[in-house]
């Protein structure tokens, strides 16, 4: 199951990795030894990036991975409740007969 924010990031850089995937393709071409033909516009479309544009080009898709690795990480982590609760299931599996001490009534919180 593909993720939202993963689909919209993948179809944000389709264009640049279709001209990527062209340009290796004619190079690929080239290095067999087959001739490739020539098509008007093709040759404007497939030009390398220079040095800058890779490194902005980079930086941005690092960036914005980063942003949907950090949403997904914060989706999978567990509230400190949660945590607490499972350390008490842990404990009392582990001893039955553990006597309960002390006891936290937290009131409902309305987002």
């Known amino acids: 199951m593909v993720i939202e924010e993963v689909k919209e990031v993948l179809l944000k850089y389709k264009v ?3 001209k990527i995937e062209n340009i290796l393709k004619e190079k690929q071409i080239n290095k067999s030894g087959i001739k490739t033909l020539h098509v008007e516009g093709l040759s404007a479309q497939t030009r390398l990036l220079t040095l800058e544009e890779a490194k902005e080009r980079n ?3 690092i960036k914005e991975l980063e942003f949907v690795k950090g949403n997904l990480r914060s989706k999978s982590i567990f509230s400190p409740m949660e945590l607490q609760w499972g350390k008490v299931r ?3 599996q582990n001893n039955p007969s553990l006597p ?3 006891w ?3 009131l409902p919180v309305f987002i």
């Open 100 to 102: 309960i001490i002390t």
């Open 104 to 106: 936290h009534c937290h």
């Open 90 to 92: 842990e404990q009392y």
């Open 59 to 61: 930086s941005q898709l």
């Open 16 to 18: 640049h990795e279709d």
